[in-house]
């Protein structure tokens, strides 16, 4: 089962963008569809360290763009994207205590952060400059 679903609103108004974040949720589903065929400590460390290092590229490229542009909102886009990364390093440590996913409570953590940071943030750069090259 999918952890997490595309919606409407979180479209910026920008199809190369939308296609990136429906990339990036795409990719925390297939990882979680694997941590589900696989349960133990390792998968589970496997699943966050990946799920991190896919986040964390997508953050570096806007943030790089935003430099760039010299977009005037960049700090506080770049700390809406560190608040992300330690909101996943929270789970994680709570996940290592209990040794294992609650899928609900981590979908519903995750979804709200994108909903948001998408809506507002990623919406706010990529109306003012459009979409970000790879
Ligand atoms: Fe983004
Ligand atoms: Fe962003």
New binding site residues.
Partial sequence: MALLQWKDQYSVGIEA?DH??RE?IELINRLYGELSTHAGKDAIEGFFGDLFTGISA??AL?ERFMRERKYHDLDAHKRDHEQLLEEIREIMDEVAEHEEVAGEVLAARLEAWFGR??ET??ARLHKAFGAHPH
């Fill in positions: 963008v990136e974040h990036l997508h953050f806007e940071h998408f943030h990623d």
